[in-house]
């Protein structure tokens, strides 16, 4: 095939058998025409990932051996490339099994949350992990700053003195019909 011309930049020339760099897109696009095979990344490999696990559960940091998006890639691969990945039945379980383990961590992270925190930092998550974590997060952190603001706790001697809100006692109109 001729080299793509594309606005993200150019690709190719594609000559049969011999390996070409694309993006993930890019490569599944030709692989869902037929056009070529998919070669998976290196840290998709059993070996690669029976490592990571080991190192994901031998320490309490989150490890920064994968990308920050393996959980979409590998998804990606899985759904569109199923048949380029070898020992793909191993790797999607050593895939699930680091993203529990990773899901334990982030969970023993966030018990440490108390009416005391104000930032939260947490090393090297993916960007699902990220996404799953984020929303509680800017909650809980919302709730303890509302709840430990002085604003919510009445001064007496800091209060205007407030006159009760009269009630409009005026007649009231028909609504039309």
């Not at 290196?42 to 309490?60: A, G, I, N, P, Y």
């Not at 994968?66 to 959980?71: N, Q």
């Not at 993203?99 to 104000?118: A, C, P, Q, S, W």
């Amino acid at each position: 095939m001729d080299p793509l011309c594309l606005i993200s930049g150019d690709f190719g020339p594609f000559t049969p058998q011999i390996v070409t760099q694309v993006p993930l897109w890019l490569a599944i696009a030709l692989k869902k025409r037929g056009k070529c095979s998919i070669c998976p990344p290196q840290w998709m490999t059993v070996e690669k990932l029976t490592q990571v696990l080991e190192v994901e559960r031998d320490s309490q940091e989150m490890s920064e051996h994968l990308p920050f998006h393996y959980v979409e890639i590998s998804r990606l691969l899985f759904d569109h490339a199923r048949d380029n990945i070898p020992d793909a039945y191993m790797v999607r379980s050593l895939i699930e099994d680091i993203r529990d383990v990773r899901f334990h961590k982030v969970e023993t992270d966030l018990e440490g949350f108390n009416g005391r925190t104000i930032a939260v930092k947490i090393k090297n998550l993916s960007a699902m992990e990220v996404n799953i974590v984020r929303p509680f997060i800017g909650r809980a952190l919302q709730a303890f700053y509302k709840h430990d603001s002085s604003e919510l706790i009445p001064d007496p001697e800091r209060a205007p003195d407030r006159r009760p809100q009269v009630a409009h006692n005026a007649p009231r109109r028909q609504l039309r019909r």
